[in-house]
């Protein structure tokens, strides 16, 4: 009887977390290197959002951190898919499908990030900057 009275007494606060809350946990949780954490958040914000090109690359990132990394492929393939031209993912793609030695497609990966237009205002290092580096390697 108590335990109800203080329930009905006790406002009801939303525990659902904005999509905004969920991506800075997210990535919160990469940067500190839980990838797992990382991977659980990413999986729930696709599920609020699946056409979200840029959650699939995250989950990728996150999949790779875990050496998952045909999940990895499958989650790059997947922004992809949603976003033909970003290069980010190309070139994440090319760095999972070169640990799994498959170089001619690494390699194809990385050259398709090269001929798609750059977006220097995601982060300081630019997906051509990368891919350009990774395609050197990857021909070595």
């Keep these: 009887m108590l335990l109800t009275?203080?329930?009905s007494a006790t406002p009801f606060t939303a525990v659902a977390q904005t999509f905004e809350q969920l991506v800075q946990q997210a990535n919160t949780a990469r940067t500190a290197k839980r990838f797992s954490e990382a991977e659980a958040i990413w999986r729930q914000i696709i599920q609020r959002d699946?056409?979200?090109a840029p959650a699939y690359y995250n989950l990728g990132i996150a999949l790779y951190?875990?050496?998952k990394f045909d999940e990895a492929?499958?989650?790059?393939?997947t922004?992809?898919?949603l976003d033909p031209n970003y290069a980010f993912a190309y070139n994440n793609l090319g760095n999972a499908l070169g640990d799994q030695k498959?170089?001619?497609e690494a390699i194809a990966a990385y050259r398709t990030a090269?001929?798609?237009p750059d977006?220097?205002?995601?982060i300081p290092t630019t997906a051509h900057t990368l891919a350009h580096n990774n395609l050197g390697l990857a021909l070595q």
Excluded: W
């Design 102 to 104: 498959k170089l001619d």
């Design 73 to 77: 492929i499958a989650a790059y393939r």
């Design 65 to 67: 951190g875990q050496k």
């Design 50 to 52: 699946p056409q979200n």
């Design 79 to 81: 922004a992809i898919k």
């Design 114 to 116: 090269l001929n798609l």
């Design 119 to 122: 977006d220097k205002t995601v």
């Design 5 to 7: 009275l203080a329930l």
